[in-house]
């Protein structure tokens, strides 16, 4: 099996800051929580396998477009806010057809590492867009921000709760890392996503998720 390099990530070694959780105005955390709080927040749909271990979930997501924005970043909090930010924008109506986009869950992003700690890596902020505009999203109104057609893919998850922070992020992969190599699991080192579903206003029963995706054969 093909050695993970987690263990000397620059996500993983990367220093968390005390700023995290802070990652935009208080107008927008309050919109933010009515939209998270609201009832039949649309998820991506996804086959869920025969769990092999049970510290850990294989998910096989369906093909399915996001609205993303790319950026890069030493600071995750930085990346993950400014992210946010633009597709906040996207469904409030910053799109060509200025109309809006029901807000789901989760917010996605995937990580790309840089090749060391002082490197910056590369984040895609994504939001899923609702089944009734799946086949004609709206068009984005700003150039960093476009539509991802993301293919069906497999994923190993491992969900954690709690406010969710970098250094938390970290040790939810390097543990979902150790059960994959105690059940001989075949993965992908690198890139890898994070998943949160609640609102900043949620304060128990919250839902974060780290995925690393499963080798495909070759």
């Known amino acids: 099996m093909k050695t993970t390099r987690f263990a000397s990530h620059p996500f993983v070694t990367q220093r ?10 208080w107008a927008m955390l309050k919109a933010v929580g009515q939209a998270f709080f609201s009832t039949g927040l649309q998820n991506p749909k996804f086959t869920a396998a025969e769990k092999q271990g049970q510290d850990y979930e294989i998910r096989t997501y369906h093909a399915t477009k996001w609205v993303s924005t790319s950026l ?11 992210g946010f930010r633009r597709l906040f924008k996207y469904i409030g109506g ?17 990580v790309e590492p840089g090749e060391g700690p002082t490197c910056e890596s590369k984040f895609t902020v994504s939001f899923y867009i609702p089944e009734e505009q799946q086949e004609t999203p ?12 993301r293919k069906e893919f497999t994923a190993y998850v491992r969900t954690h709760g709690g406010y ?9 992969l390097l543990k979902l890392v150790e059960s994959l ?4 699991v075949e993965f992908v080192d690198q890139p890898f996503y994070v ?8 304060l ?14 070759e």
């Not at 890069?72 to 400014?82: R, V, Y």
């Open 204 to 217: 128990t029963n919250r839902r974060n998720e780290v995925w690393i995706l499963q080798k495909k054969p």
């Open 94 to 110: 910053t799109n060509q057809s200025k109309v809006k986009v029901e807000m789901t869950a989760p917010v996605s992003c995937l």
């Open 72 to 82: 890069t970043e030493m600071d995750w909090d930085k990346a993950m806010g400014t």
């Open 138 to 149: 709206p068009e984005p109104g700003e150039a960093d921000v476009f539509i991802e057609h």
């Open 164 to 172: 969710s922070n970098e250094q938390m992020k970290r040790d939810e």
């Open 181 to 184: 190599k105690r059940d001989g």
């Open 16 to 25: 968390t800051t005390a700023s995290s959780g802070v990652i935009c105005s």
């Open 195 to 202: 998943a949160g579903y609640d609102s900043p206003f949620k």
